[in-house]
């Protein structure tokens, strides 16, 4: 989208450039609509590849941005399609699907937007002698097999292990890295 901006941009100042050697226009009449215009191309221009490089980059307020571009898309689009335009469905149906895709859980998670929580182990529980079973763990050698010899950190948000290479936490999405 950005190099459609600034493709944009280059034809409209291309076009007021002929204006200028051809009639002699200068900032007055209808030239002066068209600097705005070309600054106005650049400017998006430079916001999208900005916001591109932030959804390359997995920060999260690129996400944010990405989401709420996409709702105010979805609502223009579906005020379009009130007002009686038939080809407002196909924006729609894109935004839907960008929203879509932005809340899946892998996506939610590369932007750390998202809390994978594996549950607590079971609280002990007493029976009428007072043994107590042991509580089972989502940490425990047999369904992680090589979980006893794994390098772990502590999360410094919740305090759960975590391996040292991570690059997010999996019981709150923190990102370590």
Excluded at 71 to 98: K, Q
Excluded at 109 to 118: A, E, I
Aim: charged residues 10%; glycine residues 8%.
């Amino acid at each position: 989208m950005g190099i459609f901006d600034f493709a944009i941009a280059a034809l409209v100042a291309a076009a007021y450039a002929v204006a200028l050697s051809f009639f002699g226009m200068v900032l007055s009449g209808p030239g002066i609509f068209l600097v705005p215009f070309v600054v106005l191309f650049l400017v998006l221009g430079l916001f999208s590849f900005v916001l591109a490089y932030g959804l390359w980059t997995g920060k999260r307020w690129a996400w944010i941005t990405a989401m709420v571009l996409s709702i105010i898309g979805l609502v223009s689009a579906g005020l379009g399609l009130i007002f009686g335009n038939l080809m407002d469905i196909v924006p729609i149906v894109l935004y839907i699907s960008t929203l879509a895709y932005l809340n899946t859980r892998p996506v939610r998670f590369f932007f750390g937007r998202t809390v994978y929580s594996t549950p607590y182990p079971q609280q002990a529980q007493y029976t009428e002698g007072f043994t107590a079973q042991q509580p089972q763990s989502p940490y425990h050698a047999t369904t992680i097999p090589s979980a006893r010899y794994r390098r772990t950190m502590m999360c410094p948000n919740c305090l759960s292990p975590v391996d040292v290479g991570a690059a997010y936490c999996n019981r709150c999405g923190l990102r370590l890295r």
